[in-house]
């Protein structure tokens, strides 16, 4: 048992040693679950009982390790909080995926015993690839860890993603993995040499032919000529101050001086970062606030210019419109919608509104509704809403006076591939990525967060403009290459000529559909796994 939970542990570390942003080790995701495999069969091809349980646990401790080597810098954004309920809080998304990883391993093992070893390998894809599309759907959602988010470093290997998207990358790990699983389990077979060679010969093609393609593709791959001037600013104001020690008057003033700085007559988008403005505003009276006619007094000398800002902003209504709203007064007359909000404001009375709408569980968000409502008080004292934002349906396009499509994303939002792809195909010909990570801290979670930025370039062919308040601001090309970028904890502008697109990638047509497929293969295998249970139960002899 000892052997088995440290070939699981083992597993956890390649796989963590393989994750953004450490560079030069991707390839280890293709054998970061061999161990694990090899746990699990020893499991399987033992005499001991509940071997369910046994694989459940193993496959575990290692998916723990992983996940909590990776994501450490979670509790970096809640002890803030300086509360009792840091720790316990912050071991949920240490956790929680974990068991959902673990359940797979859990459900594969169901598999074998109802089937041969290579179909229950395509169920161990289809569960996994069901779980990591839960993990982007449901109100848990945490798709950090997703799989295909592991080549964000080494984007070049992976341009195909225009084609798949991530859950491609996925499917490619997992194939890989068991294919050198099953080589290393036949070597002991002196017998099955012939066969071991050409399954040798398949996993180097099975690695090496994609890689060569997006390498082809890569170095083929040419932009349109079609410029636009961006400038992008990082204020690098303290977020646990930002709303208290400084005047949001000041705040904008910082701003504006930033870009200004790099401006020029032609600029189209100033891209400032979340919450920019961080003084509450009413979105039915923004026109008239002072903050709003400062900025505009700033577009003054930029005809053709935007601002596109991050911003705290609220909406009143005369009854319940949404399930978020909240009572206004201890009447009951009034409700209102709060929003983490991104705002183009141009040279004329028009503004546009997008709310954030991938909110952060228990952070902008209570899971599950009034199922943990008493659970509001403790993300109160960490930092959280304790209610919720308001969000929108649908992803949203702003578009300037000259007609250009700026995709938005706040922050978390950034890592759903087929919401910015649903943005792209509305007409988004860039994508405007505006965030605050100094929460985390100077951690490698702000390198990651940039990072999976790389994939949304490449799934959708267009440019990357990424504003983070505290760091790291960057231009990302259309192949995922990173052109500019700030360096962290500095105030500081970046400005470049990015090319607009308006053609739509395979992708951005069809969206996730690798992961709703699988997904529905997935509910057909527990289906067979639950039907397979029944059937044994009945066929048991009936004691008298």
Same mark, same amino acid.
């Given at each position: 048992?000892?052997?088995?939970?440290?070939?699981? #542990?083992?597993?956890?570390?390649?796989?963590?040693? @393989?994750?953004?942003?450490?560079?030069?080790?991707?390839?280890?995701?293709f054998i970061g679950f061999v161990p694990l495999l090899l746990a699990t069969e020893n499991i399987i091809q033992s005499e001991s009982r509940k071997k369910g349980p046994k694989i459940f646990w193993t496959s575990f401790a290692g998916f723990f390790v992983w996940n909590v080597l990776c994501i450490y810098w979670v509790y970096n954004a809640l002890k803030q909080?300086?509360?009792?309920?840091?720790?316990?809080?912050?071991?949920?998304?240490?956790?929680? @995926?974990?068991?959902l990883m673990s359940t797979c391993f859990w459900l594969y093992y169901r598999l074998r015993r109802i089937t041969k070893r290579y179909i229950a390998f395509s169920g161990l894809i289809c569960i996994w690839v069901g779980y990591e599309y839960l993990n982007q759907t449901w109100d848990l959602n945490f798709p950090w860890m997703t799989l295909g988010n592991g080549?964000?470093?080494?984007?070049?290997?992976?341009?195909?993603?225009?084609?798949?998207?991530?859950?491609?990358?996925?499917?490619?790990?997992?194939?890989? =993995?068991?294919?050198?699983?099953?080589?290393?389990?036949?070597?002991?077979?002196?017998?099955?040499?012939?066969?071991?060679?050409?399954?040798?010969?398949?996993?180097?093609?099975?690695?090496?032919?994609?890689?060569?393609?997006?390498?082809? %593709?890569? %170095?083929?791959?040419?932009?349109?000529?079609?410029?636009?001037?961006?400038?992008?600013?990082?204020?690098?104001?303290?977020?646990?101050?930002?709303?208290?020690?400084?005047?949001?008057?000041?705040? $904008?003033?910082?701003?504006?001086?930033?870009?200004? /700085?790099?401006?020029?007559? =032609?600029?189209?988008?100033?891209? &400032?970062?979340?919450?920019? #403005?961080?003084?509450?505003?009413?979105?039915?009276?923004?026109?008239?606030?002072?903050?709003?006619?400062?900025?505009?007094?700033?577009? *003054?000398?930029?005809?053709?210019?935007?601002?596109?800002?991050?911003?705290?902003?609220?909406?009143?209504? =005369?009854?319940?419109?949404?399930?978020?709203?909240?009572?206004?007064?201890?009447?009951? =007359?009034?409700?209102?919608?709060?929003?983490?909000?991104?705002?183009?404001?141009?040279?004329?009375?028009?503004?546009?509104?997008?709310?954030?709408?991938?909110?952060?569980?228990?952070?902008? !968000?209570?899971? +599950?509704?009034?199922?943990?409502?008493?659970? !509001?008080?403790?993300?109160?004292?960490?930092?959280?809403?304790?209610?919720?934002?308001?969000?929108?349906?649908?992803?949203?396009?702003?578009? /300037?006076?000259?007609?250009?499509?700026?995709?938005?994303?706040?922050?978390?939002?950034?890592? &759903?591939?087929?919401?910015?792809?649903?943005?792209?195909?509305?007409?988004?010909? +860039?994508?405007?990525?505006?965030?605050?990570?100094?929460?985390?801290?100077?951690?490698?979670?702000?390198?990651?967060?940039?990072?999976?930025?790389?994939? %949304?370039? #490449?799934?959708?062919?267009?440019?990357?403009?990424?504003?983070?308040?505290?760091?790291?601001?960057?231009?990302?090309?259309?192949?995922?290459? $990173?052109?500019?970028?700030?360096?962290?904890?500095?105030?500081?502008?970046? !400005?470049?000529?990015?090319?607009?697109?308006?053609?739509?990638?395979?992708?951005?047509?069809?969206? *996730?559909?690798?992961?709703?497929?699988?997904?529905?293969?997935?509910l057909a295998a527990i289906f067979w796994i639950i039907a397979a249970k029944i059937v044994k139960v009945r066929r048991r002899p009936r004691t008298t």
């Amino acid at each position: 048992m000892k052997k088995n939970i440290l070939l699981s #542990i083992f597993s956890g570390l390649l796989l963590w040693i @393989a994750w953004p942003p450490t560079p030069y080790t991707t390839f280890m995701l293709f054998i970061g679950f061999v161990p694990l495999l090899l746990a699990t069969e020893n499991i399987i091809q033992s005499e001991s009982r509940k071997k369910g349980p046994k694989i459940f646990w193993t496959s575990f401790a290692g998916f723990f390790v992983w996940n909590v080597l990776c994501i450490y810098w979670v509790y970096n954004a809640l002890k803030q909080g300086d509360s009792v309920w840091v720790l316990p809080v912050t071991i949920i998304p240490y956790s929680l @995926a974990p068991l959902l990883m673990s359940t797979c391993f859990w459900l594969y093992y169901r598999l074998r015993r109802i089937t041969k070893r290579y179909i229950a390998f395509s169920g161990l894809i289809c569960i996994w690839v069901g779980y990591e599309y839960l993990n982007q759907t449901w109100d848990l959602n945490f798709p950090w860890m997703t799989l295909g988010n592991g080549f964000a470093v080494s984007h070049k290997w992976v341009q195909w993603y225009e084609y798949t998207g991530v859950y491609g990358g996925t499917v490619w790990v997992l194939l890989v =993995n068991l294919l050198a699983f099953t080589i290393y389990t036949e070597l002991h077979k002196p017998r099955a040499r012939q066969a071991r060679l050409r399954k040798i010969l398949a996993l180097g093609l099975l690695i090496l032919l994609p890689i060569a393609f997006s390498l082809y %593709r890569y %170095r083929t791959y040419h932009e349109q000529v079609n410029p636009s001037d961006i400038v992008i600013a990082q204020p690098n104001i303290d977020p646990y101050v930002k709303e208290s020690a400084m005047p949001a008057q000041q705040q $904008i003033s910082i701003l504006t001086h930033l870009s200004d /700085s790099l401006g020029q007559k =032609n600029t189209e988008f100033f891209i &400032w970062p979340e919450t920019a #403005i961080a003084s509450p505003l009413n979105e039915d009276v923004l026109r008239n606030h002072p903050y709003f006619q400062q900025i505009q007094h700033f577009l *003054d000398k930029f005809k053709n210019g935007n601002v596109l800002t991050g911003a705290e902003t609220f909406k009143l209504y =005369n009854s319940r419109k949404t399930s978020t709203a909240s009572p206004w007064d201890p009447q009951g =007359n009034q409700y209102y919608d709060q929003f983490n909000a991104a705002i183009n404001i141009e040279n004329s009375p028009e503004v546009q509104f997008y709310h954030k709408s991938k909110l952060v569980p228990g952070v902008e !968000k209570m899971p +599950f509704g009034s199922t943990l409502s008493f659970l !509001k008080p403790v993300f109160e004292h960490l930092g959280g809403t304790g209610g919720g934002y308001g969000t929108q349906a649908e992803p949203g396009v702003f578009y /300037s006076q000259s007609g250009i499509g700026a995709t938005p994303a706040i922050c978390f939002e950034s890592i &759903w591939g087929e919401w910015i792809a649903g943005s792209v195909h509305k007409g988004g010909q +860039f994508i405007a990525v505006i965030t605050n990570d100094g929460w985390w801290g100077n951690t490698s979670g702000k390198d990651q967060h940039m990072d999976y930025a790389k994939l %949304r370039a #490449i799934e959708t062919r267009r440019w990357v403009c990424r504003s983070a308040n505290t760091g790291i601001s960057a231009f990302i090309n259309q192949r995922g290459d $990173i052109v500019q970028q700030t360096k962290w904890w500095m105030r500081t502008a970046l !400005k470049q000529d990015i090319n607009l697109n308006s053609n739509l990638t395979f992708y951005v047509l069809h969206g *996730d559909y690798i992961a709703k497929a699988l997904s529905l293969l997935a509910l057909a295998a527990i289906f067979w796994i639950i039907a397979a249970k029944i059937v044994k139960v009945r066929r048991r002899p009936r004691t008298t």
